[in-house]
């Protein structure tokens, strides 16, 4: 694609982009507004002051006194601004506490991420390449089997083989408490605490692309450009990777590009069961406190984040078929 082009593609998608965001934002203020609830009562019950007169004094304090519109007005012009709001609950700015959080999310998802796409893949290939025997019927179970297991179940019964039983790996938090490790002391600790959550995000959606990949690639296989190089006397191996696999992975791609984003926000319960101290325990935290700001800021980051994911799909696809580019 020429420059031009690409810079168009670019522009079309960042319109759009905004566009989305907005309207998320939008909808997302609502939503936590309509909930039941009020955030001045929960502050007010626990400093033990809850009579009506500082209840309002509360309500006044943090704006939400004033009409709901107003209210939206103020908030959508406040993030437009990069002011995501500051925490009643934890008296800090919201996007300092995201920011503080993000990282130990975006290493849990995106280490769960690569290990159920290429998992995921190599069983997708496998079970295609043997379909009809032993070995996809093995892969197939194996895939179903993950996809039907609630997440925090496999989570549970990971800590409890890996950390209670065998003692082989720590089941909770991310780091080991006052060791105080430098370099690659401090990557291995993390590493260590990082395999339980990962292993447990991952399973799922690594039946999920087995089964993707089974399917897509069974489908190309009977394709005439297949045909046509098997006739040519290409071998197996040259097929399968080169002409088989490369346009299986579209169907992939896609889903990738929608789960990449969709672990971000799905990674809540995996961090509420390992005490990962992400930002989806830190939303959890903030619906339990009614922390409307905070929980409005991971909602707007979180939406952020699939977005790009999308729009890095859409860039990849070019990558992997020039036909999406000539259309």
Aim: no cysteine; proline share 4%.
């Amino acid at each position: 694609m020429s420059g031009g082009r690409l810079l168009r593609f670019l522009a079309q998608r960042l319109v759009k982009s905004v566009v989305v965001i907005f309207a998320i934002v939008v909808v997302n203020f609502l939503l936590i507004h309509a909930a039941p609830g009020d955030p001045a009562s929960v502050i007010a019950g626990e400093s033990g002051m809850a009579d009506q007169k500082f209840v309002e004094q509360l309500r006044h304090q943090f704006g939400l006194d004033q009409p709901l519109p107003e209210q939206l007005w103020i908030y959508v012009s406040n993030v437009a601004k990069g002011d995501l709001g500051f925490s009643y609950r934890q008296q800090r700015p919201v996007s300092a506490l995201i920011l503080e959080r993000l990282p130990a999310t975006l290493l849990l998802t995106t280490t769960a991420f690569s290990f159920a796409i290429v998992s995921g893949v190599l069983m997708g290939v496998l079970a295609a390449r043997h379909v009809g025997t032993v070995t996809d019927s093995v892969v197939t179970v194996m895939a179903l089997t993950f996809y039907a297991t609630p997440i925090f179940w496999v989570g549970l019964m990971l800590v409890l083989v890996f950390s209670v039983w065998l003692d082989w790996l720590p089941s909770f938090g991310m780091n080991t408490v006052d060791a105080h490790f430098q370099g690659m002391a401090a990557v291995w600790d993390t590493a260590h605490y990082l395999v339980l959550p990962a292993l447990t995000l991952g399973l799922f959606y690594t039946a999920v692309y087995a089964r993707l990949t089974r399917a897509s690639m069974l489908e190309v296989s009977d394709q005439d450009f297949v045909k046509t190089a098997r006739a040519k006397g290409a071998g197996e191996r040259r097929i399968l990777w080169r002409h088989v696999l490369r346009n299986a992975l579209l169907p992939i791609i896609t889903f990738a590009g929608i789960q990449a984003g969709q672990l971000v926000g799905g990674s809540i319960l995996v961090e509420t069961v390992f005490a990962w101290p992400g930002i989806g325990r830190l939303a959890f935290d903030a619906l339990l406190a009614r922390d409307y700001a905070l929980l409005l800021g991971v909602f707007f980051v979180t939406s952020v984040l699939v977005i790009v994911f999308n729009l890095l799909t859409d860039l990849l696809y070019l990558i992997v078929d020039p036909r999406v580019e000539a259309g």
